[in-house]
């Protein structure tokens, strides 16, 4: 494992987050990285998150979104999925960074998800084909979620 930043920006391309984890696998058009989430416990409603919980992270370089799979700090077992729509990952010398789109989708062990924060994306002052783009990235998690493809095998 090779250790990385991983940098979260805003859609402007401004970092507001950036935390260490580590590149365990690297295709043409993606990346994964193994992280803990690194914020204090939090109940946000739909979730508890929980600081020390393990996420497998993947970067897309060709595609609109990245996905984290969640396992428990104490138990390891699943918890979820949280999947990001967002610009396609790059690098940055030692750092992964990518672009964040506001929307989100959370996916439970179960299948069910939820989406998130609709209307800030919707405030994005993204142009049409861009906008296109994250919409078909939703469009695909949600297949992919449905089906329990890859990441989301269960």
Known sequence: MTPIQIVKCNEQGQPV???PGELTEQGDNWAL???SFNVN???DGYFQWQYGDTFYEWYFYDRYYN???IFDRDTGELRGWY???A???RWAGDALTWDDLELDVFVYPD???ILKDEEK???LPLDTVEHQEALNALHEIMALAHDGTYPFDR
């Open 87 to 89: 610009r396609p990952a």
């Open 33 to 35: 990285v193994v992280a």
């Open 41 to 43: 416990d939090r109940d």
């Open 83 to 85: 999947c990001n729509i």
């Open 111 to 113: 299948g069910d998800l």
């Open 67 to 69: 996905v984290n799979k």
């Open 17 to 19: 987050w950036e935390y």
């Open 121 to 123: 994306f919707a405030a």
